[in-house]
C-alpha cells in the first residue's frame, strides 16, 4: 500500500534560518502530494500542494517540489519566523481501487526561537 | 470560507458510554472523513464516505461506527467508549469527482474516556 515517511521532530531553528524537512513517498499510482500545517490548538490545513511530476508547490515562503525519480516532496523556506512554529504533515492522495484515499506521514514539530 | 464544524472541541466521557462526535461541512462535498491523531503516529483514517448512506472502513475501524444521513452531515460513535480511544478526532471533506482530493479539516474535537 501506500505510505509516507517524513523526518522526525521536533525540529528547533531559530529565527531566520533555513527550513528543510524531508519527506518521502511509496505509491503505486500517480499521486497528488501536500503539505498541511497544523497549529497549536486547531486542525490541520493546506500549506502547498503539487499534482503531477515536476510541479512545485508554493505558499507563504514555503516550496516543494514533485520529484518522482527520487519519490520525494521536501519542504523547505529561506527564512522561517516564529510565527511558521506548528506541526507539519506529508501527505499523497490516490485512488485505490477507485476510491480517494489520503495518506499522512507521522508529522514534523518545527519550532522556531527569536 | 470554506467550513467543516465539529460540534465539540473537548468531551470527557466515561468507560462504556456511548460517544456522538458530530461534523457538518457547507461546501457540498462529496467524500468526508473521520481520522485520529495521536503522537509519533499521524493521522489515522477510521472510516470515510463517497456518499450519503454510503461508509468504508478505514485503517483502524474497529470500535467505532459512522454514520451519514445526509450530504453534508457525518458523524462518528463509539458503541462503549475505552481509555484506548483517548484520542484527537478529525474530521476532513474533500470535493470528490475528479479532485486532486486536497482535505478541508474541522477543528478537530479531543476526547478523553475515563
Known sequence: ??????????????????????????????????????????????????????DKGSNKGFEATYRKETTSFHLEKGSVQVSDSAVYFCALSDRPGGYQKVTFGTGTKLQVIP | DVKVTQSSRYLVKRT???VFLECVQDMDHENMFWYRQDPGLGLRLIYFSYDVKMKEKGDIPEGYSVSREKKERFSLILESASTNQTSMYLCASTLGGADTGELFFGEGSRLTVL
Open chain 2, 16 to 18: 462504556g458510554e456511548k
Open chain 1, 1 to 54: 500500500g501506500n505510505s509516507v515517511t517524513q523526518m522526525e521532530g521536533p525540529v528547533t531553528l531559530s529565527e531566520e534560518a533555513f527550513l528543510t524537512i524531508n519527506c518521502t513517498y511509496t505509491a503505486t499510482g500517480y499521486p497528488s502530494l501536500f503539505w498541511y500545517v497544523q497549529y497549536p490548538g486547531e486542525g490541520l490545513q493546506l500549506l502547498l500542494k503539487a499534482t503531477k511530476a515536476d
